[in-house]
């Protein structure tokens, strides 16, 4: 670990908040981080760590969920090709012949000619 002031360090939760960082998805891409690079990480960029414990919960999380992922993938089998005899028969619908829209009513023009008469 660096030596490093502490106190001229930006908090975790702000870093967290402002760029919109996750521990877990740091975690996801490589679970074989340890506290110690993820402490120089983060002193590096000058920021203040959050606490062991802390780091090892989420990553605890990371590495359960990460196992039952792989879990439901090795149970998932993928459905069997159909064969190429079978046919498929399609249903034929009755078509619908086309009516025409309806016209539009027009209004009429007033002659000019009829009113003054």
């Known amino acids: 670990m660096s030596k490093v002031k502490i106190n001229h360090l930006i908090s975790y939760n702000l870093f967290c908040n402002s760029k919109k960082f996750k521990l877990s998805s740091y975690l996801e891409k490589d679970t074989t981080k340890t506290y110690e690079e993820f402490f120089d990480f983060l002193v590096k ?9 802390y780091f090892e919960k989420v990553k605890a999380k990371v590495l359960e969920t990460k196992i ?9 089998k993928p459905l069997e090709l159909i064969e190429e005899s ?17 016209r539009k009513r027009v209004r009429r023009k007033k002659n000019s000619e009829n009113d003054q008469l």
């Open 45 to 53: 960029r000058k920021i203040e760590p959050p606490s062991e414990e």
């Open 68 to 76: 039952k992922n792989e879990e439901i993938e090795e149970n998932f």
């Open 86 to 102: 079978t046919k498929i028969v399609e249903a034929v619908l009755p078509k619908k012949e086309k009516t025409k829209p309806k």
